[in-house]
Every structure is written in structure tokens, then in C-alpha cells.
């Protein structure tokens, strides 16, 4: 079956989990947050959860748990805690967690940041799979991170990647 023959198939609206994930921010100072669920609504994609969590793995695990329980929640997109600074702990936190790597996201983004960014893309640790059914994306928190990994990559594909993603066994 051709990339399109899955495209048409794949669901046309998902629904979608932000937590931003940062020590110091709050809503009203959340832009990466609110970037990406404003993107994701105008996508046509339903925002059934929005939290912001300390970068501790332990809250952070603990979050992807509960949104695990929630059968509405099919992707939860993470922003933030993706970079080397020792606070920079949402990459494990996550590992872990994973059935399934899509190691081709983190790989994309990088090359993508490094055509804009040059070589400090290589700082980026975004990373992407599956826990279950559900598929998690990890980015940086920056807003233009935000917007280069959802329009570039994740809005472009999320419908397939979910429709694979729930094929029957």
C-alpha cells in the first residue's frame, strides 16, 4: 500500500496531550504550550489534556501514567527538559517508558535545526515512540523548536502514525 493509501485511511483527528515540562514556567508564561495547542487545534486535532510538570522524572512518569488511563488521549506531545543542562531530565524519564523507539523524529528534527540552528542542534535530545497505543513526542521547549517539530514533522504524519499505530494485531 502506497504513503497516501495510508494517509487516506489514518485518522483525521487526534487526541492530543501537551504537558510542557519546565521548573520555572506557569500558563500565562507558557508560550511553547500554547503554540502547540494552538497548532494542533487549527490542525483539527482535539487538545484533551494540557499540564505543565516539574522536571522530575518521577512527576513527569507519573503524568504519561495517567494520561495512559485516558482513552481519549491517543498522542501526548512534551515540551521542554530535551537539552543537556543537569535539570535536562524528561529524555530519561521517557526512555524508559517506551515499547517502540521512532528514532527517525529526533533524527529529523536535529537535521532540520541544524539547516536553521547550525551546529548547536546537536544539544537537541528529541526523541519519539510508543507506549502502548498512544504515541509520545518529546521536543525542546524554545517556541521555534515547538513550531519546526509540530508543522515539520508531527502534524504531517500524526494521523498515519496513529492509524499504524491501532492497526489490529
Known sequence: MSDEAH?????V???CAVITVSDTREEDTDCSGRMLRQLLSEAG???CSYSIVKDEPDQIREQLAQLGRNPACQAILINGGTGIS???RTCEAVWALL????????ELFRVLS??????AAMLSRALAGT???Q???CMPGSPHAVRLATTRLILPELGHLLGELTKPA
Open 7 to 11: 494517509k487516506k485511511n489514518a485518522p
Open 86 to 88: 543537569p535539570r535536562d
Open 99 to 106: 515499547d517502540k523507539r521512532l528514532d527517525g523524529f529526533g
Open 135 to 137: 504515541v509520545v513526542f
Open 114 to 119: 541544524f539547516n536553521e540552528m547550525g551546529s
Open 13 to 15: 483527528s487526534v487526541g
Open 131 to 133: 507506549i502502548g497505543r
Open 45 to 47: 486535532h482535539a487538545v
